[in-house]
């Protein structure tokens, strides 16, 4: 899967500005049934909440999430994450690459509308969080 990006929150305005475009971003992936650093097993000290302006946002990069988040935006260079889009003149190419990442990812729907996402160590159904040994628990008992 190659859908990696940065989104980028060092031209917005100010905080409240990047609060804004990041809310937006974040109901796609809730809806797109992603994971999230902060929200999502496993837990992590900086959640994404925490990002806003000057910071930049990560999606595919991490081992545990879909998205993370960086303080400094020199790391995503000198890790050579890319591409890298602004979020607010880039949104709609944001959107459109979310949706596309979500699409290769490992995912079933289920009936009823849900969604069931593989990842490292754990599996989401919908927004719960099931751990490969619950899942194999669960599945003997069938």
Not at 15 to 39: C, I, P, Q, S, W
Not at 65 to 80: L, S, Y
Not at 108 to 116: A, D, E, F, S, T
């Amino acid at each position: 899967m190659n859908t990696t990006m940065v989104i980028d929150m060092t031209k917005t305005v100010n905080n409240r500005t990047a609060k804004f475009y990041m809310d937006r971003v974040m109901e796609h992936v809730n809806e797109l049934g992603l994971t999230t650093a902060g929200e999502d097993f496993p837990p992590v000290k900086s959640p994404v909440d925490e990002a806003g302006f000057g910071n930049l946002l990560t999606v595919g990069t991490a081992p545990n999430h879909d998205v993370e988040w960086i303080r400094r935006p020199e790391f995503a260079c000198e890790k050579g994450y890319k591409p890298v889009y602004d979020i607010i003149e880039d949104y709609n190419d944001i959107v459109k690459k979310l949706i596309q990442y979500a699409e290769e990812k490992n995912t079933i729907n289920l009936r009823y509308g849900g969604k069931v996402t593989f990842h490292d160590g754990f599996i989401k159904v919908g927004i719960e969080i099931v751990t490969y040994d619950e899942l194999y628990k669960i599945a003997r008992k069938l």
